[in-house]
């Protein structure tokens, strides 16, 4: 058996910035239009009017004060709602490979690696750009890594589900070193044109690799523990499928993209995370006195504050339980490694961190990490 430990982080952020002010004022933009087009069968009370957005309501609500975004061209237009992405020929990469290799780079540099060192790449995301071949393979090709690849969806948790994976692997010496990328181009399933969740998303691409800590130079993260759980639910879900076409629904229907009862996701994942991590703390022999960083999933800072004063027993400083929301978002599976990755490499030799992402399924996913 080898320790698992985490040797290199990477961020790539897009250049775009879409904020909550240029967002609510295309999507009132947008409600107007709609609501004068439909006037008539809305004074009928055969439609109801559009209601409009509110950036003071966003931020109260969540935290969020822009996102990024891979291409805000569309986005922003009344007329359309939704990004203008062109597509790619075949043989071209794809946007998620392009933006995943944008993410490793870092990631490797870090660790010490060039991409023949990786033989295992997991691309952990929300979505896929398509069904196959699989988007890990892809990336594999374009870095040169050798081994295996694979696709893996476990919504806003596929980061910590792929960090566990690869880390089994590597604990048991199937795989040396992995490379895992959580490539989150939301904005292309995100519903703007629905005021409940258009503010929620940002894109972004995340990359994490694991290796053997007896490998590894100064600095690492050993993988103390990893904990994953899910329990399904109705309440965050995305319809579009591949029997789209045999239900005879390839109209643009609402569930074709991301929907959800925030309400609900609030107050029944809330008591599921906080309960997980205490476990997950409790089985490794962890008290919150241990507990020097929390890096959580990035949807909601109230949400955020509350699993932290849970944990830690009294309100967390902003440096032990730091967000980044407020700057990307809710960036699906990357939002808990962007925490992480920002926010390290100030800790001592010694200190131990929790990183936790949850969301759709339900799912969560804990890591339990020490500074080597
Ligand atoms: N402007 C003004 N008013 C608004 C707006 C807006 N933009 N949106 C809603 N309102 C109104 C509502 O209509 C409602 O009005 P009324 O009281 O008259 O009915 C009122 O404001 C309150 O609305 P909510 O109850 O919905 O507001 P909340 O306080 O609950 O806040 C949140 C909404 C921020 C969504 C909150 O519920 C939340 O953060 N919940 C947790 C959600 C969460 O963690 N979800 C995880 C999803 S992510 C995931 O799992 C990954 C999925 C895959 C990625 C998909 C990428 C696209």
């Given at each position: 058996?080898?320790?698992?430990?985490?040797?290199?982080?990477g961020i790539f952020t897009p250049e775009h910035v879409i904020t909550n002010d240029e967002l609510v004022t295309a999507f009132n933009a947008y409600a107007d239009k709609y609501n004068a087009e439909h006037a008539a069968d809305i004074e009928a009370g055969?439609?109801?009017?559009?209601?409009?957005?509110?950036?003071?309501?966003?931020?109260?609500?969540?935290?969020?004060?822009?996102?990024?975004?891979?291409?805000?061209?569309?986005?922003?237009?009344p007329d359309r709602?939704?990004?203008?992405?062109?597509?790619?020929?075949?043989?071209?990469?794809?946007?998620?490979?392009?933006?995943?290799?944008?993410?490793?780079?870092?990631?490797?540099?870090?660790?010490?690696?060039?991409?023949?060192?990786?033989?295992?790449?997991i691309c952990a995301a929300s979505n896929m750009e398509r069904a196959y071949p699989a988007m890990a393979i892809e990336i594999q090709q374009l870095l040169g890594a050798g081994g295996f690849a694979f696709d893996m969806n476990v919504a806003c948790s596929s980061a910590t589900f792929g960090i566990q994976t690869a880390a089994d692997m590597v604990r048991s010496g199937s795989v040396k070193t992995a490379l895992i990328l959580c490539p989150e181009v939301t904005s292309g399933h995100l519903e703007w044109r629905d005021r409940d969740c258009?503010?929620?998303?940002?894109?972004?691409?995340?990359a994490v690799i694991i290796s053997r800590a007896e490998d590894a130079s100064e600095g690492h993260f050993k993988i103390l523990s990893t904990k994953c759980a899910t329990e399904y639910s109705n309440n965050i879900r995305n319809n579009n499928g591949f029997l789209r076409r045999s239900h005879d629904q390839m109209d643009d229907r609402r569930d074709m993209q991301f929907m959800q009862n925030g309400r609900k996701v609030f107050k029944e994942v809330l008591p599921m995370v906080c309960?997980?991590?205490?476990?997950?703390?409790?089985?490794?022999?962890?008290?919150?006195?241990?507990?020097d960083r929390l890096w959580l999933h990035q949807a909601n800072k109230t949400m955020n504050d509350f699993i932290g004063k849970k944990l830690l027993g009294?309100?967390?400083?902003?440096?032990?339980?730091?967000?980044?929301?407020?700057?990307?978002?809710?960036?699906?599976?990357?939002?808990?490694?962007?925490?992480?990755?920002?926010?390290?490499?100030?800790?001592?030799?010694?200190?131990?961190?929790?990183?936790?992402?949850?969301?759709a399924g339900y799912s969560v996913g804990s890591v339990l990490i020490e500074r080597a």
């Open positions: 058996m080898y320790q698992p430990a985490i040797t290199g982080h055969k439609l109801a009017p559009k209601p409009q957005s509110s950036a003071e309501f966003i931020y109260n609500a969540s935290g969020i004060q822009q996102r990024y975004v891979c291409v805000k061209d569309g986005i922003l237009d709602m939704c990004p203008n992405i062109p597509p790619r020929p075949d043989d071209a990469p794809s946007l998620m490979a392009k933006i995943a290799l944008k993410a490793a780079e870092p990631a490797m540099a870090m660790a010490g690696i060039a991409g023949q060192d990786i033989d295992l790449v258009h503010f929620i998303f940002g894109d972004v691409c995340t309960a997980h991590i205490a476990d997950h703390m409790d089985k490794e022999n962890w008290s919150s006195a241990d507990l009294r309100v967390p400083e902003p440096h032990e339980q730091p967000n980044i929301l407020q700057d990307y978002a809710n960036t699906s599976s990357a939002g808990s490694i962007i925490a992480f990755s920002q926010n390290c490499s100030d800790l001592p030799s010694g200190a131990k961190g929790v990183i936790c992402s949850f969301g």
